[in-house]
């Protein structure tokens, strides 16, 4: 499978670090202040140059609300593992590719996933590398993003053998997020940063891109 590039146009660009306030600057230190570990929120100021970010950067006000949250999500419940293959999945059938790219490259950062796993995502739960368990997760994931947008009842139960409640509720809420960042940043137009490997070229959404 051949990777590619896609061009996007941004609708909204990211903006320059050098034109962010000190408000902007005081909103990113929520992220800082969440982060196990991190550097505290009084901490000295760095201005990252992702491209997500610096769409936010436009909006202070979101970037309080929403940085708490998205905090939780990548230090949930879930193993690292479980909320990778849920990323990447969903941000496949979405057409998500910023954040699969930068998953992909996270993933095999971390060792949470294999390069046989990350394979395995664009085919699905029937992919030959699944355990049952793990198949499970997978198809519990296309159902959700998927025809009625609907976890059967069926694949509920097997979830429910194998995670707690609250691993059900941070998985749910982490697909959810996923999906809908897929359709806000293919309708704002976030671009790939250097370097990224994104989509093969036969995965493309057919029209809007």
């Known amino acids: 499978m051949t990777d590619t590039t896609t061009t996007v146009t941004p609708r909204i ?3 320059p670090t050098e034109d962010w306030t000190a408000e902007v600057d005081e909103a ?8 196990p570990g991190g550097v505290p929120a009084d901490g000295p ?8 970010l610096g769409i936010y950067a436009w909006h202070p006000d979101f970037i309080k609300g929403w940085m708490p949250f998205s ?13 990778e293959i849920a990323i990447l999945r969903t941000t496949w059938l979405g057409y998500g590719e910023y954040e699969w790219a930068q998953h992909v490259w996270m993933s095999k950062a971390a060792g949470a996933l294999t390069e046989a796993e990350i394979a395995a995502l664009s085919v ?5 590398d699944w355990s049952d368990a793990d198949a499970a997760v997978v198809r519990a994931i296309d ?24 691993q059900l509720i941070d998985f749910v809420f982490t697909i959810g997020t996923y999906d809908m960042h897929c ?10 940063e250097p370097g990224m490997t994104g989509f093969p070229a036969d995965h493309q959404p057919s029209a809007g891109r």
């Not at 699905?124 to 030959?128: K, L, S, T, W, Y």
């Open 13 to 15: 660009p990211p903006r």
């Open 28 to 35: 990113f230190s929520v992220l800082r202040a969440h982060a």
């Open 45 to 52: 100021v760095e201005r990252p140059k992702a491209n997500i």
């Open 71 to 83: 905090n939780h999500l990548r230090h949930s419940t879930l193993s690292d593992r479980i909320r």
């Open 124 to 128: 699905g739960p029937d992919a030959p």
């Open 143 to 166: 159902e959700m993003v998927t025809g009625d947008k609907l976890i059967s009842a069926v694949t509920w139960a097997a979830l429910e053998a194998q995670f707690e409640r609250q």
């Open 183 to 192: 359709m806000a940043f293919r309708n704002l137009g976030l671009e790939l």
